[in-house]
C-alpha cells in the first residue's frame, strides 16, 4: 500500500490559479500512473485528470484548457495546475497512483472557488 501526500489546496477566486502536488511518502517508488480526482459536497468522486510513465495525459471535459497534469522524471510526484478556476471547481481534490494495477489513494486537499 502507497500513503499519498497531497498539498497545495486552498482558498482562491474564481479566475484564480492554483497547484497541487502529490507524492509517495514513502520516496521514489514504481508507480504506473498518477492523477487527481475530485468530489464535490453531494456528487460522486470524478477524474479531473491522469498521466502516464509514458506522458499520455487523459482530461475531464470540464477542465480541458484549463488544467494541466504534469510530473517528474521518475513519476513520483504529479502536479495540477489549475488555472482560470470556476466555482464549480471548488470540490476535494483526491491524488491516485496505480500500482502493479492497484489504485491507491491520498486523504484529499480542499480546493474552494469563492465567485
Known amino acids: 500500500q502507497v500513503t499519498l501526500v497531497a498539498s497545495g489546496g486552498g482558498l482562491v477566486q474564481a479566475g484564480g490559479s492554483l497547484r497541487l502536488s502529490c507524492a509517495p511518502s514513502?520516496?521514489?517508488?514504481?508507480?504506473?500512473?498518477m492523477g487527481w480526482y475530485r468530489q464535490a459536497q453531494g456528487k460522486q468522486r470524478e477524474l479531473v485528470a491522469t498521466?502516464?510513465?509514458?506522458?499520455?495525459?487523459n482530461y475531464a471535459d470540464s477542465v480541458k484548457g484549463r488544467f494541466t497534469i504534469s510530473r517528474d522524471n521518475a513519476l513520483t510526484t504529479v502536479y495540477l495546475q489549475m488555472n482560470s478556476l470556476e466555482p464549480e471547481d471548488t470540490a476535494v481534490y483526491y491524488c491516485?497512483?496505480?500500482?502493479?494495477?492497484?489504485?491507491?489513494w491520498g486523504k484529499g486537499t480542499l480546493v474552494t472557488v469563492s465567485s
Open positions: 514513502g520516496g521514489r517508488i514504481f508507480i504506473d500512473a
Open positions: 498521466i502516464t510513465r509514458s506522458d499520455t495525459t
Open positions: 491516485n497512483a496505480v500500482r502493479f494495477g492497484i489504485n491507491c
